[in-house]
């Protein structure tokens, strides 16, 4: 029993990883394309999992987006889900 539920929470665990890169890349395609910072902040978070801290930040041409969430587990299970993307503005191009 122990070991179906460790194998299900992974599986929510990786999928909430995924969830975050997505989240990233959509945020970082959105501030890419000259979109406000909160409609690129909001593109994030409607990918992102519940919680998420959605941070953009802007390096001379390149967008990072960083996407931070918790999957929740008990104990040494706890883990913090991170994903970041980076995208060149397209003004620049």
Do not use: K
Not at 11 to 32: E, I, P, S
């Amino acid at each position: 029993m122990l070991v179906a539920v460790g194998l299900i929470w992974g599986l929510l665990a990786a999928g909430a990883q995924v969830q975050c890169v997505d989240a990233a890349r959509a945020g970082a395609r959105a501030v890419a394309r000259d979109e406000p910072g909160a409609a690129a902040v909001a593109a994030a978070e409607s990918v992102a999992p519940r919680g998420a801290r959605v941070t953009v930040v802007r390096e001379g041409d390149l967008v990072r987006v960083r996407v931070i969430a918790a999957a929740p587990g008990p104990g040494p299970l706890a883990l913090t889900l991170r994903g970041e993307a980076v995208a060149l503005a397209e003004a620049t191009v």
